[in-house]
């Protein structure tokens, strides 16, 4: 058996499911399915809607000696669980691959994800965290930061491990407690792996309360009073409507969101490099990353070539169950997702969209497809897709390039491939989004960068890096201090 922080115990029984125990979740049970296969995994804890406000007042208490203890105390602990983490990186990928269905690869590159998080959050607790300011008084004047005291964070299905760990692992290193709700496909890898791991480490109870649950549970959480900090990640109109109901409460929300990301090939780009660099933005983990490649601008004098190379990588991509190693991609997450790709390729192809590879699914496995001329007011090029479709339109001229990557409601990542680097940084900035790679594909990120897009991609810039952390989970507090009480006229 193994307790976790949040309180619940795991244990093994005779089927092979493994069935977690929780008092933090009364709800009933939850039963975890691999979308490979609909084999049940495991039973978890259902959290209610009633569960939110008791792991909230178990975390305000939490929380103060917690924000007491000393920098390295609390570094100590992040440092312990990326240490665990990474000399067995089999507690996590072990429910990485069947529950979200990871392939292995990217199972393994998540792990060292969630590891390079834990390292830079044990560092950001040790970072300065005020500075001294002008006064026209003589006096001492300073500013500091203060954690915020409870931080909810409502996490999705698809990186379920980082996406979690890079809200939950700084909230925790200044000072914070935090209540989490996974996605509830996912609540095991997004959520109770994490939270034993976390108590292992050494990270006292009621600092994290992990609430695997559905939309209600979610809701309790944005509501909640005690709660002064939300941060999500997931879909632009979850986000619109989570920012909706915080903003009467003056709550503060951090929101990472949808993506429809440019990968720009200019006319001096080697073809087949970019073809590659192609394939990986837009089918990685099934193009079900926020960041994936989905829009392809090439010009029209590459484009025949570019896209017979996309399509070859396409069919050579082995799809099936990420149990086995060999298969580079996985399942969808459910069939209302296979649908909802399936529905955006055939009404772009009923549009004028030329299908060179895929389009076709066995049960949740969707092949990666390649779509050619597609028209530019097409569902496949104005919507985000959330699967492994690589939609392909050719221009004329770079300043129509730019028109079109900028006519897009979102603003997240764009890749831009071509030999002249320099040129294309000055590029760069013409662009609306949060992030752009010149000579790399769109899907990127970093623990000590500061992430985050524009438009309805979401409120950019709230996740990594030293300065968005503090800026993120902690609030300003100015102090003043004089050697004797200042007089005043009456």
Avoid at 234 to 241: L, M, N
């Amino acid at each position: 058996m193994t307790r976790s922080a949040d309180g619940s115990v795991t244990d093994a029984s005779g089927d092979g499911r493994v069935r977690w125990r929780s008092e933090a979740a009364t709800g009933g049970t939850l039963v975890v399915t691999a979308p490979a296969t609909g084999t049940a995994l495991a039973e978890v804890p259902e959290a209610a809607v009633a569960d939110v406000d008791r792991a909230v007042s178990r975390a305000v208490r939490a929380q103060r000696e917690w924000a007491a203890a000393t920098y390295d105390q609390r570094a100590a602990v992040l440092r312990r669980a990326a240490r665990l983490l990474e000399a067995d990186p089999d507690r996590l990928r072990r429910w990485l691959v069947p529950e979200a269905g990871s392939a292995h690869g990217k199972a393994s590159f998540e792990v060292g994800l969630v590891v390079s998080e834990l390292d830079e959050s044990a560092a950001l607790a040790s970072q300065p965290y005020g500075e001294l300011l002008r006064s026209s008084k003589p006096r001492l004047s300073m500013a500091r930061r203060v954690p915020l005291g409870v931080v909810g964070v409502i996490s999705p299905f698809n990186f379920p491990g980082i996406l979690s760990m890079r809200s939950v692992a700084p909230a925790l290193a200044v000072g914070n407690a935090v209540v989490l709700k996974p996605d509830p496909r996912t609540p095991i890898s997004g959520g109770l792996a994490l939270a034993e791991l976390l108590a292992e480490a050494g990270l006292p109870d009621g600092l994290l309360t992990v609430l695997p649950g559905g939309a209600d549970v979610g809701q309790a959480l944005v509501s909640h009073p005690g709660v002064p900090c939300l941060s999500f990640t997931g879909s632009t109109p979850a986000g619109r409507r989570i920012g909706a109901a915080a903003a009467p409460l003056l709550k503060r929300v951090h929101l990472e969101l949808g993506g429809n990301n440019a990968l720009l090939v200019l006319p001096d780009a080697d073809v087949g490099a970019a073809a590659s660099a192609a394939a990986w933005g837009s089918f990685l983990h099934q193009g079900q990353i926020c960041m994936t490649a989905g829009r392809h601008l090439v010009p029209a004098s590459l484009a025949d070539e570019f896209t017979a190379q996309l399509a070859d990588k396409a069919r050579a991509v082995p799809v099936g169950d990420p149990a086995d190693e060999g298969n580079a991609l996985g399942p969808l997450i459910d069939e209302r997702q296979r649908d909802q790709v399936h529905r955006l390729v055939t009404d772009s192809v009923e549009r004028g969209a030329v299908l060179r590879a895929g389009g076709t699914y066995d049960g949740l496995f969707y092949r990666p497809t390649v779509l050619a001329d597609v028209p530019v007011d097409s569902p496949a090029f104005r919507e985000e897709i959330f699967g492994p479709v690589a939609p392909v339109v050719t221009y004329e001229t770079v300043d129509e390039a730019i028109e079109i990557i900028n006519d897009s409601e979102y603003g997240l990542s764009v890749g831009i491939l071509t030999s002249d680097a320099f040129g294309a940084f000055e590029l760069a900035g013409r662009i609306e989004a949060g992030m752009v790679h010149v000579n790399d594909q769109t899907v990127d990120d970093e623990a000590t960068i500061p992430f985050g897009g524009m438009k309805a991609s979401g409120v950019g810039g709230h996740f990594g890096g030293a300065r968005a952390n503090l800026e993120s989970f902690t609030e300003t507090q100015w102090i003043t201090v004089q050697s004797s009480i200042e007089r005043y006229p009456f």
